[in-house]
Structure formats: C-alpha cells, structure tokens
C-alpha cells in the first residue's frame, strides 16, 4: 500500500510541495482545498484595482492535479485535524494520512471593534475579498457618475496597515480614481484614501530606497499617510487613531496582519504569539515527525534565525523542501535543514509603476513594472499550460 501525503491547501507551498511529491509514483497525494482554485495573491491587488480581471488570477485546481495519476483533489472545507488518530475532518467525511502537509497560509486579522465594522470592511487575501473590494469601488464610481450630488460629497477610504499589502491596495485603488476622474472631467477631490502606518514610515524594515521611493510615490498619488499610529476605536463609521485623530470613513480595508486559518485554531501545537506555528529545521511540526507546516502557517526562519516575511518566495520554497524531506524520509535518507532565502521583494505601486528590491541592485518605476510582471508570469503560465492539460484529461474521463 502506498504512502498517504494529504496536502491542506493550494496555496503557494500547496502547490510547490504537491508537483515535487508527485514525481514520486511510490506516493498517493490528496490535495484539499475548499475553493477549487489557486488564488495568485501577487496580482490580487491589481484586481481590486481593476486593472486586471479575476480570471487572470486563478488556477484550476482541479485541472492541475489532473496532470498526475497520483495526486487526488477534494473541494472540501477543513473542519478540523485530528493528531490522535492521524486524520482530517471534512465537512462530509475523514481524510486518513500518514503523512501530513499544513499549507492553509494565513487569513485577514481583523480588528477587535464593533460587528458592525464587518458589513463594510474587509481584507484582501482571498479571491472573494479582492472582488468584494473591486465591486465596491466600481459601484461607488457609478453612484457619482450618475449623480453631481453624490459625486461633490466627501469619500474616505481607510486601509489599516502600512506594510506590503496595505502600500499596494493604497496605492494602486488611488491610482485606479485618479485615472477614471481624468478620464471622465470630473474632479477627484472629495476622495481621499487614508494609509494608516503603526511605525515611523510605511514598508518598515525594507531598504531605504524601497521606502524613499514609495514614500514619494504615495505622495504623488495623493494618498494621507498617517504614521506612528493605530487604529483605537471604530464606532458609526468614523475612527479614532492613537494620536487623537478622528477620521470619518465610508469602507475600511485590513491590511495590519494576518492570523490561521479557523480550522487550526485549536490544533495542539506549538505557536508563536501571532498564531504561526514553530517548526524544526527540517519543517516539522514541534513533537510530530509526520507533520510538516510551510508558507504562511508557518513561523519560518533564515538560515541566522531571523524570521522571514510572509511571501509567495518563501512559500514555495518551503513547500519544495518539505516534499524533499517527506521522500528522504521514506527513503531512510538524512533529511534537509531549511535555508530559505528572501532572493528580492517586488512592490506594486499603482498602475505601471513598482520598486523591486534585489538585495544588491534596486529598481523602480516603469523598468520594475516590467521586471515584475515577468516574475509573475514566469511563475503562473507554467501553471496555466499544466492546468489546460489536466482540463483536457478531465473531458476525456467518463462520467
């Protein structure tokens, strides 16, 4: 009987430790997500955006594990894991393993205020968020298309977190109402998109450059930046910020952090105090040698034991080596230590414009647009060509 390696989540190190595993032929591979497609997070703020549509960020699934007759999907939701019995509870059944690929990634933290907050809020890790936010914009600007009244009164936009994801979305939503109130005469000063920064600049802790350059380019774009403070309270649609200033707003976006997905949450293992799980040098989870944990869920270290950022690189990097340490396993081999790297950051800074950070060389503007956009596409038309396969693979087989 071949080896069970049941993967959670299609996720960027879902993916990477699935087509590694599935070179093996002496393994069966169960792939589990609950959507039936791979969401390229690297592009969603484009969507939000609208400068993309939501169909160039996705990847079937289904059709992608089609490509190998040894790797199974399941389009189920997660309810739990159960470590005592080596199984995983589904919404309508039990997935049995023997060995076991943590790859859910990570959700929106959401901010402690009133319930209230959640019907007019919301993050943007998932699919569903980028079109809940891409819908909202789009209806908002038809609201003040029709209407001069609506389109002379005040619309304030808060995006709470000034990190990688929250300089994306600021920037590339402002972008997005610059563009569309040039092209329409009409004018754009009742819009006022509010980046809210805990620490003394946005992007903090990435080179000088990286933040000098999109500081200015916020700047330029016209959005409020408010550093050195957080969100206090949230009541009746205004917020209050530690610094005392009230700001009114109209939608919020999340951006401040992220958390585990809920069916981990009372999974027994050992976590850091933001919900990531510790893991050994070869990816284990602490006290379970049949358990690997990457992306993400995972509280992922450099070589030095500095933690890494929670990025599509690192993802993939470590679902790689998990898959790499599951086959030297069975094979009674020494596993691999873990020596993920950050190889370079890329940002996009609204429309044709980004900054990429290569360690020793930086670009920025049109050049690093150009040099992102390949990186993205290098990473997912391989992924298209195998999925278009796996889908003809699909038509052929009898119902």
């Not at 959401?110 to 569903?128: H, I, M, P």
């Not at 958390?259 to 999974?267: D, E, I, M, Q």
């Amino acid at each position: 009987m071949r080896h069970h390696v049941v993967i959670l989540g299609g996720s960027y190190a879902g993916i990477a430790a699935m087509r590694r595993l599935a070179k093996n032929p002496k393994l069966n591979i169960t792939l589990i997500d609950q959507h039936p497609y791979h969401f390229l997070q690297t592009e969603g703020y484009e969507l939000i955006s609208s400068n993309t549509s939501f169909d160039e960020t996705i990847v079937s699934l289904p059709a992608l594990c089609a490509n190998y007759d040894n790797v199974t999907f399941r389009h189920r939701k997660v309810l739990s894991v159960a470590l005592n019995r080596n199984v995983i509870i589904l919404n309508d059944r039990e997935e049995p393993y023997d060995t076991l690929v943590i790859a859910l990634g990570s959700v929106t933290k959401r901010f402690e205020c009133d319930a209230n907050v959640y019907n007019y809020s919301s993050g943007a890790k998932s699919l569903r968020g980028a079109l809940k936010l891409n819908q909202f914009f789009q209806d908002e600007l038809y609201k003040r298309l029709e209407s001069d009244k609506k389109a002379k009164e005040n619309f304030n936009i808060i995006v709470g977190g000034a990190g990688l994801s929250g300089v994306e979305i600021a920037a590339g939503m402002q972008h997005f109402f610059n563009r569309y109130y040039r092209s329409n005469a009409l004018s754009c000063a009742t819009l006022h998109i509010h980046l809210i920064a805990s620490r003394k600049t946005v992007l903090n802790g990435m080179h000088q450059g990286i933040i000098k350059s999109a500081t200015k380019r916020l700047k330029n774009l016209r959005v409020q930046v408010h550093t050195q403070c957080r969100i206090a309270s949230i009541h009746a649609h205004e917020t209050l910020l530690t610094n005392g200033t009230k700001i009114p707003f109209d939608f919020m976006i999340f951006a401040g952090g992220t958390t585990t997905a809920p069916c981990l949450k009372t999974l027994d293992i050992e976590q850091t105090p933001r919900g990531q799980f510790i893991v050994d040098e070869y990816l284990h989870a602490i006290g379970h040698k049949n358990i690997y944990i990457v992306g993400d869920t995972a509280a992922l270290k450099d070589k030095k034991g500095h933690p890494l950022p929670p990025t599509a690189q690192t993802a993939i990097q470590s679902g790689k080596l998990a898959a790499t340490n599951i086959i030297r396993s069975l094979q009674n081999l020494q596993l691999k230590k873990a020596d993920l790297k950050m190889k370079g950051i890329a940002i996009a800074l609204g429309g044709k414009y980004a900054a990429i950070d290569l360690q020793y060389i930086r670009f920025y503007g049109y050049t690093a647009y150009l040099i992102k956009k390949l990186i993205e596409r290098l990473y997912k038309w391989p992924l298209w060509w195998l999925a278009s396969k796996g889908y003809r693979k699909l038509k052929t087989c009898p119902i």
